[in-house]
């Protein structure tokens, strides 16, 4: 029963060396012993060309995703650059996010973003606009502090500020407006 209600299967890599090779076997085996459709979502730190994507189409994934998190190039640095001694980078991402586009096409990219990292609600929505316009969906996440966590004291975003946002991620993934008319 579980197999008819399971249709696709995310891959998540990991920042590690041998993370596009382990993902591209994971990928092989979902694919040869299952008929379940298959997302991965892929670290862009690890992808320095064209051929990393096509291997992981190749390898049965018809979509990617690409957990950018943060709206903006300084928030992005302060938690997953530089500010914390990570080897990302914003510039990194967004070029992999358009070599994503190039290798499995128009909408079958997503990026990840996470509401209430510290960016206003304009700049939110002016990268879920920028995603649309290059041909990727946002796949929207709230902020929660984790215990433990060097960001557990922080808040998260109020739920009319979450709302605002999934309802301005929805009119612009669904073509029925733009953050400049917002």
Partial sequence: KTKDQIHRVCISMITH??????????????????????????????????????????????????????ATPEIFDQLRGRGVGGPHRWNTYWEVVEMAIAAFGRFNVGIHLIVGLGE???????TIQRGQEMGAYTHLFSFFPEKGS???????????????IQLARWIINEGLGTAHQM
């Fill in 120 to 126: 206003t609600e304009k700049e939110m929505v002016g």
């Fill in 17 to 70: 060396p041998k993370a596009l090779e382990d993902t591209l076997f994971v990928t092989r085996r979902f694919k040869e012993e299952t008929d379940l459709l298959i997302s991965v979502l892929i670290t862009p730190t690890l992808i320095h060309q064209q051929d990393a994507l096509e291997a992981i189409k190749r390898a049965g994934a018809d979509r990617v995703g690409i957990a950018i998190d943060a």
């Fill in 150 to 164: 060097p960001m557990q004291d922080c808040s998260p975003p109020s739920l009319d500020q979450y709302r605002r």
